[in-house]
């Protein structure tokens, strides 16, 4: 059942009985529908939403502006809303606090919030088979990246093993994405090693403050739903900042690889130094590293041989294709522990040819707060505002930069298993793991490739495959700490090579070149200012070009320009205007734009000539929505036209567009419904003006009729009104003379425009 809808009288004009939700207005509500008020009411208790009274509420002050054109009461508006397709509901701000904490504190929000509530009651013996498998693997794999990433960072090797231990827990709890492996990585320690270096060699409280403001970064974002914030770094910086940073990576290892000493952290002075230094390199562990990056690539390879892809049904074929996986899944472990092997052989025969690791603390972290004081042991103390001038900008990057590499890997893994990742909640957990790894000696933390990838060729089940991989590096920090003393230095420089190089995406700039040529300016800036000046700072300036090159289109709309003559004809008259411009504005206006705007018209109509034009149409279709700075400028124009004599149309303006207007008060312009509706009236008023220069006798009224509910329906049949430029007529006659009442008729003496009549009917003559 539908509400019945009464006849409204607005501004002189009756109507009735139309299907429109349009229809039904009155002068002192804005928009808003008369309904019959039992009607409404029966039609509420029938509904079987339990919201459906604040959706009816504010659809009874907006339902003309509903999207539905055929919306006949409350209750089909409010299905159309259900389908997300209404544009008014969604800025409706009603605010119902026991509907909203129902929402926001039920089981299913719950459960959003702490996702390991959803599949934990759904645990089974296969899915822990499954999590143990992946976990231990991914285990083998972190523990030498961690000590080798931990050397990006610039810190002593067991941190990043802290790093690696706390996350995986936080993340069991919070994360979304089975697949995902949280853990220091290899670009997010470059930044660690740029915005978080310590003055005092080897101390990690920088790096650790960093980490906690990372977390509340994150998890403030995450609450409030900011994760579209990252959405502005554009893929082409991110690119280009990926390859900058492998680039820096793998360049700043060989030093490692060839045992040099005394080669600076800055990347020029490394390039510098390190060719400088060649004849000192120690070629020992030139050799062990070189056959550790070639052994670490053949295991790449093995797994996409021919006789990896053969199926095969007898067991030992099984076992040995087992075997083979599971050594080039765990490549890392494998080579670290053959070198371990060949240094220790070495260490007891009475020699070490190469440079190790050196001995590391063993025992796990201390339970503490992050510390906001450093002191070198002299009389240099460093406080907390030496701390956060020297985080500068990072504070920011670092947390964003961490949590675009956590969307990319866990949106890749989830379409690839058909699971949905959400953004608000990954930024919620990644937020809690670096704020709770601040308080055990952790740097940041991001989703690390290889670990993810681990994951997901393990066939783990669920989140839960990070307790095992963090028990796994417990222990090791706990046991294996004296065997990490025989790790050489070439190895772990090997590690990191290896793993970095797969980053580079050289190819993308081939593909930009093609698609869309302007996309390579933010990715050079990115690339070369990143490799000169830093990699932060890079990352900076192209996220500045790249939201230059966003935002100009938008100071510069395209406005083309027609001929009313040349396009637009009157059926009904079979005459043009000939002395009448159609601007059409091609996309949105805001304040970056308005100046242009004003100007590029003024321009126009001054090129052509004051006396070329009489009237201006701007089309405003494309206009979906003004701020104050464009309602300025219209003001502007409108002064403008009136000195030049100028009419000035608006045509097919949007209802949001319609409500701004004339909230305003603007003055002295015409809506119009469309561009042939706005000709029509310009040809009346010629006409007149015609007959009055041709000195006619008495004063002849000048009628033409418009249609009543032009807006957003052009060409719906409705009521008539009249409009009049004298006064003299008798309004009887001419009411008798158009079929309608004397509320028909507005003296045109009055200065009439959008912001006086609700139905924006009225015309400023």
């Known amino acids: ?22 229809d039904d207005v009155n002068d002192d509500d804005d928009f808003s529908v008369v309904v019959d008020d039992d009607d409404a009411e029966k039609e509420r208790k029938a509904g079987d939403d339990s919201d459906g009274d604040a959706e009816d509420d504010c659809l009874r002050e907006n339902l003309d502006n509903c999207c539905g054109e055929n919306v006949r009461g409350v209750r089909d508006c409010a299905c159309c809303l259900k389908q997300g397709t209404c544009e008014v509901y969604r800025g409706c701000r009603h605010i119902d606090c026991k509907r909203w904490a129902k929402n926001t504190f039920n089981k299913d929000s719950v459960k959003n919030k702490f996702p390991i509530l959803k599949w934990l009651p759904k645990y089974r013996l296969n899915h822990f088979l499954g999590d143990v498998i992946a976990g231990l693997t991914v285990g083998l794999t972190v523990i030498p990246q961690s000590l080798a990433f931990a050397k990006i960072a610039l810190l002593p090797p067991e941190y990043g093993m802290y790093t690696a231990m706390v996350c995986v827990f936080v993340y069991i709890v919070f994360g979304t994405a089975k697949d995902v492996n949280l853990g220091p990585a290899a670009v997010l320690s470059l930044l660690v090693s ?180 450093v002191s070198d042991g002299n009389s240099t103390t460093y406080d907390a505002s030496d701390i956060f001038q020297k985080l500068g900008t990072g504070v920011i990057l670092v947390p964003l930069i961490s949590f675009i590499e956590t969307m990319a890997i866990a949106k890749n893994f989830g379409r690839k298993n058909n699971y949905k990742v959400d953004k608000d ?53 706990l046991f294996l700490t004296p065997v990490f003393y025989y790790i050489p230095s070439a190895t772990l420089a090997a590690v990191i090579i290896v793993a970095v190089l797969d980053l580079a995406d050289f190819a993308i700039v081939i593909h930009m070149w093609n698609v869309k040529k302007i ?28 939201l230059c090159i966003l935002i100009f289109p938008a100071s510069r709309p395209k406005v083309r320009t027609e001929h009313a003559g040349s396009r637009f004809s009157l059926n009904s008259h079979g005459s043009e205007a000939s002395d009448c411009a159609v601007l059409v504005i091609e996309q949105g206006l805001m304040f970056p734009s308005v100046e242009y705007f ?26 979906p929505s003004v701020d104050f700075s464009l309602v300025q400028g219209l003001e502007q124009l409108s002064e403008d036209f009136a000195v030049m004599k100028i009419r000035m149309f608006l045509v097919r303006v949007r209802h949001p567009v319609q409500r701004v207007l004339r909230k305003s008060g603007l003055k002295g312009y015409t809506c119009a419904a469309d561009v042939n509706e706005a000709i029509q009236i310009i040809k009346k008023l010629e006409d007149e003006e015609r007959e009055e220069e041709e000195g006619e006798e008495g004063e002849k009224p000048e009628i033409f009729v418009v249609d009543s509910d032009f807006i957003g329906h052009s060409g719906s049949s409705s009521s008539s009104a009249i409009i009049r430029r004298n006064a003299s007529i008798d309004v009887n006659e001419s009411a008798n003379h158009t079929g309608s009442s004397n509320d028909d008729v507005r003296d045109s003496t009055e200065t009439v425009g959008v912001g006086e009549g609700v139905d924006n009917l009225s015309y400023h003559l």
């Open 425 to 477: 909640q990954e930024l919620i957990a990644s937020g809690l793991a670096n704020l709770l790894g601040s308080f055990t000696s952790a740097y940041p933390v991001t989703a690390t490739f290889s670990g993810s990838a681990v994951n997901f060729q393990s066939g783990v089940k669920t989140t839960g495959a990070g307790l095992y991989a963090g028990a796994l590096v417990m222990l090791a920090l």
């Open 1 to 22: 059942m539908r509400p019945k809808q009464k006849e409204a009288v607005n501004g002189g004009v009756t109507k009735a009985g139309s299907n429109d939700a349009y």
């Open 519 to 546: 996309d390579l300016v933010p990715w050079f800036v990115t690339f070369v200012l990143g490799l000169c000046f830093g990699i932060e700072n890079g990352i900076i300036l192209g996220i500045i070009v790249s």
């Open 598 to 623: 004003v100007d590029h018209i003024l321009d126009a109509v001054i090129q052509g000539g004051s006396s070329a034009f009489k009237s201006i149409i701007l089309d405003f279709v494309h206009i």
């Open 194 to 373: 740029k915005f978080a270096q310590s003055p005092i060699e080897g101390d990690p409280t920088y790096a650790i403050v960093l980490s906690m403001m990372c977390g509340v970064v994150q998890f403030f974002l995450g609450l409030f739903h900011l994760g579209f914030i990252v959405n502005y770094v554009s893929h082409p910086v991110l690119e280009s900042f990926t390859t900058a940073a492998v680039i820096t990576i793998a360049f700043g290892q060989v030093r490692n690889w060839l045992g040099l000493e005394g080669v600076p952290n800055e990347f020029l002075d490394q390039v510098y130094w390190t060719f400088k230094k060649i004849p000192e390199t120690n070629i020992w562990d030139f050799l062990l590293g070189l056959i550790c990056m070639i052994v670490l690539i053949l295991l790449k390879k093995m797994k996409t041989t021919s006789c990896m892809k053969r199926k095969s049904s007898s067991i030992p074929a099984k076992v040995a294709k087992y075997l083979v996986w599971l050594i080039s899944t765990a490549k890392n472990a494998f080579v670290v522990m053959l070198a371990i092997v060949t240094a220790y052989l070495f260490h007891i025969s009475g020699s070490e040819p190469f440079s190790l690791t050196g001995p590391i603390p063993s025992g796990l972290p201390p339970f503490k707060p992050p510390s906001f004081t």
